[in-house]
């Protein structure tokens, strides 16, 4: 219930029980500044004449360079991008590198000794001078302008300007050097990159003539396919035509056997009956053998059957009649054999002439089909040919381009190589002939640093000694969350008035949150002895009790047992009405008082008859019995004493109260004193 009590928790709030004192620096300030506004000025006054004594004339000489922003002309036209990156840097980076050990190591040693600052000394290495240049030689830009100067000063005047000189002179030539070597390298660099390219290129070249070996014709290298792709579009017109005739033919063959089967099947005698009486010769015979037969019919009127000459006549027609029976049925029989071998004839030649038909179809169709086949390969190989022809003739182009942009790359750097430096000495140095001021004002500088540096360092290192609770922040910070507000040191007529604002503040926040949670029992220890434990407590029950609220204050005490206090005295359950609504309990606790059980006890038989229990306990850490006390406790109010209280006390008993599962816990400062500092830090905090 810790976040129950510790409402509006700020979000900058530490966990809670965190080990280290917070460091405030407003309060650091309003504490210590007016001890560190005087310490460090009477120290200030002490330091500030040895100053004065100690500080000389100087002298300086100055050189001046300048960066030039553009370029000389290249092929390519880049000369407008001037110097990579922001040009201040550029010049800032110049500036720098002038000063660097490399630099003053070579000026020492082409520079003759005798020409020599002062400063210098010629019998020590060459590396302590080196490191002194570097520390007296300034350069910085010059504002608004393409230059930046170098300064040398000194005590003497002598070799000031001369080694400054050489410095320029020399840093130019490391830089031509420098650039040189630059260019070289990409020289290098490029020319390496365009033999790789030519060499890839060259390659590439072998590998399309390798390509256009294995075809025959070379056309494809600057022609497209189509003519191939016209030559398989006409193949495949022409095999479907094939194809669709092969199918016409088929079904004309099929159609041819099928009525072959079906005309075999029928009858020929109709046609041979039709052909008959259509036979010339049959015809005839017939006319003159009934012409003959009247004739022998009409020679044999008159005469008997008995007689022989008409029996002969009538046997004669007789076998006149049947010859021509005869005659008609072997020229039928004739004539239907004839007709089946020509329908057979016909039939088969029908046959013979569809099934030629047909296989010559199929030929064609089959030679369409090898040729469609041949011609979609070659068309395929050309297509191949040329995806492959195009795609190396692609990388060849850019190969060539590349190498053209290469070539116009180099040949720019050689451009760029024998141009001028960007950097130029603009104003030589020389020789101071009178002093340029004193070092007075460094003097000073450096005084007033060391004052009021060792008095604040002193007062840090105190505060951060400093062990002592100071403000309601550091209580803040050890619960790990709001606590209420400050109780100010009150005189003894102002403590028998009404309670203070920040205890009705705290009883509010107790009664609304432990009516919320069923909580009853509060109990209020104090980090050390002397924090106003007893009186916040009563004006807590009081506060309570003025808002209607029945209380019962328990306040322990430590008695003896040589004080002939009985234990069945101490321990008598009675009860004091102090207040409307607020009554009061007197307890003792010592050697041989056995109390925790009893008060336990009295305790669950009064629970019922109040709203809320405050137990007045003294410190834990000076008392077992607290510790106790919080096993029958709902709630824990620690109590801070400003200026008095330890923060590792406040830690050490937050730590045993999250021990004991103690649900809520919130913490109040007493004997506060008002500071300014603290109500500009709340109104920040709050805003």
Known sequence: MNDVINQNQPDDMPAQNTPGKPFNKMAFLYRRGFLIAVAGTLILAILAPTAYLESSARYESKGIMQVKPEKEPTISGRENSVIPGDFRDYLRTQAHRIRTYRICELTLNELPQDKWPAFLDTEKDIKVNVFELMSRLEANEITRSLLFEI??????P????????ALMVIYLRELNLEQGRQFANRLKYLQAERDRIKQSTEQLRLQLVRLSKDLNNKEFLHNSNISHLKK??????????????????????????QHSLVIKKESVLPLASIRIADNYGINRMELLTYGELQNLRAGIDGLTKDNPDRQYIEKRMLNMGKYLTEYRRQVKKNMIYNLNKEREYQLNNMEIKAQASYDASSI????????????????????????????????IDRGWERIAILNTRIYDTELLARSPLPVQVDQMARAPYKSSGSNFKKLIVAVFILSYGLVICFCLCFDLLDNRIRQRHDLEYAVGGAVPGTIAKLNKEALAETPPESA????????????????KTILFTGVGNGCGTSTISKWVAESLADYGEKVLLISLSEKLAEKNIKPSECNQK??????????????YYGYGLGLSAKLESTLQEVTVDYSFILIDSPPMLKADITENMMRISDAVVIVAKEDSSLYCHLNELIKRIKKSNISALTAILNFSKYRPVDSIQQKISTA
């Not at 300064?151 to 003497?156: D, M, Q, R």
């Not at 009705?504 to 909580?519: D, F, I, M, P, T």
């Open 504 to 519: 009705r503040e705290l009883a509010v926040r107790l009664r609304y949150q432990c009516h919320e949670h069923g909580c």
């Open 151 to 156: 300064s040398l000063e000194a005590g003497n």
């Open 364 to 395: 064609r169709s089959a030679q369409l089909k090898e040729q469609l086949d041949s011609a979609k390969k070659e068309a395929n190989r050309v297509s191949e040919a040329i995806f492959h022809a195009a795609d190396i003739t692609q990388r």
């Open 232 to 257: 398989v579009a006409e193949l495949i017109e022409h095999y479907i035509e094939a194809e669709t005739d092969k199918l016409k033919k088929e079904a004309f063959l099929h159609e041819v056997k």
């Open 158 to 165: 002598d070799g000031l300007a001369e080694i400054l000189n």
């Open 574 to 587: 009675r009860t004091i009405s102090i207040h409307n609504g607020l009554y009061r309990m007197q307890a």
